[in-house]
């Protein structure tokens, strides 16, 4: 079946450690998508990449950064100077002038 | 610019109970609106759209109308099922479809 994984389900940092979370679709799908969602908030924009070797800074992009090597993954890393990181994270996809599709999200936390 | 507006909850019916969560936005040209449904623990999913003024998107019981007059896309079912507990997001995509935006989402109970 086609579909956004996203892994680990669960991931937990240490202070000052970066941390890598994964997103691989086999939808062959364009563009890929980063939000961060917060408990009782709404989806925010992290980064998005329309191709491959491509990407932009969405809305809160500030101790985040990515790499859009191949068509299929897109890997978010999570760096130190992101000061609040605990959230839960959601990678999606999209074709052109179709709706995104979302994986099931990592929750990342603090320890 | 580009957002969205939904009403806050949570919002708690009775089973078979008829369901509207209200959803306005503001937008530059001529946006795409969506609803997406998120269940405990899980991403979202696409519940309905609709890509112009006076579609009406329907899926699983659930519509919605795109309304430009008063710049709505109101969420309705007409009898809720306890399975139907989840946050509702309202979004809206921009013509081009490049990014989404999504308001705040709304959490519904249903009990039985």
Same mark, same amino acid.
């Given at each position: 079946?086609?579909?956004?994984?996203?892994?680990?389900?669960?991931?937990?940092?240490?202070?000052?450690?970066?941390?890598?979370?994964?997103?691989?679709?086999?939808?062959?799908?364009?563009?890929?998508?980063?939000?961060?969602?917060?408990?009782?908030q709404g989806l925010r924009?992290?980064?998005?990449?329309?191709?491959?070797?491509?990407?932009?800074?969405?809305?809160?992009?500030?101790?985040?950064?990515?790499?859009?090597?191949?068509?299929?993954?897109?890997?978010?890393?999570?760096?130190?100077?992101?000061?609040?990181?605990?959230?839960?994270?959601?990678?999606?996809?999209?074709?052109?002038?179709?709706?995104?599709?979302?994986?099931?999200?990592?929750?990342?936390?603090?320890? | 610019?580009?957002?969205?507006?939904?009403?806050?909850?949570?919002?708690?019916?009775s089973e078979e109970a008829?369901?509207?969560?209200?959803?306005?936005?503001?937008?530059?040209?001529?946006?795409?609106?969506?609803?997406?449904?998120? #269940?405990?623990? *899980?991403?979202?999913?696409?519940? &309905?759209?609709?890509?112009?003024?006076?579609?009406?998107? $329907?899926?699983?019981? /659930?519509?919605?109308? #795109?309304?430009? *007059?008063?710049?709505?896309?109101? &969420?309705?079912?007409?009898?809720?099922?306890?399975?139907? $507990?989840?946050?509702? /997001?309202?979004?809206?995509?921009?013509?081009?479809?490049?990014?989404?935006?999504?308001?705040?989402?709304?959490?519904?109970?249903?009990?039985?």
């Amino acid at each position: 079946d086609g579909g956004i994984t996203q892994s680990p389900k669960y991931l937990f940092r240490k202070e000052g450690q970066n941390v890598t979370l994964s997103c691989e679709q086999n939808l062959n799908h364009d563009a890929m998508y980063w939000y961060r969602q917060d408990p009782g908030q709404g989806l925010r924009l992290i980064y998005y990449s329309q191709i491959v070797n491509d990407f932009q800074k969405g809305d809160i992009a500030e101790g985040y950064s990515v790499s859009r090597e191949k068509k299929e993954s897109f890997p978010l890393t999570v760096t130190s100077a992101q000061k609040n990181p605990t959230a839960f994270y959601l990678c999606a996809s999209k074709e052109w002038e179709q709706p995104q599709h979302f994986g099931d999200g990592t929750r990342l936390s603090i320890l | 610019g580009n957002s969205v507006t939904q009403m806050e909850g949570p919002v708690t019916l009775s089973e078979e109970a008829f369901l509207t969560i209200n959803c306005t936005y503001t937008a530059t040209g001529y946006p795409s609106l969506f609803w997406y449904v998120q #269940y405990p623990g *899980e991403g979202l999913q696409l519940l &309905l759209k609709a890509t112009k003024a006076d579609d009406k998107g $329907s899926n699983k019981g /659930f519509e919605a109308t #795109y309304r430009k *007059e008063t710049t709505s896309f109101h &969420l309705e079912k007409g009898s809720v099922q306890v399975s139907d $507990s989840a946050v509702y /997001f309202c979004a809206l995509s921009p013509y081009n479809f490049n990014k989404f935006y999504f308001g705040s989402g709304t959490k519904l109970n249903v009990k039985p």
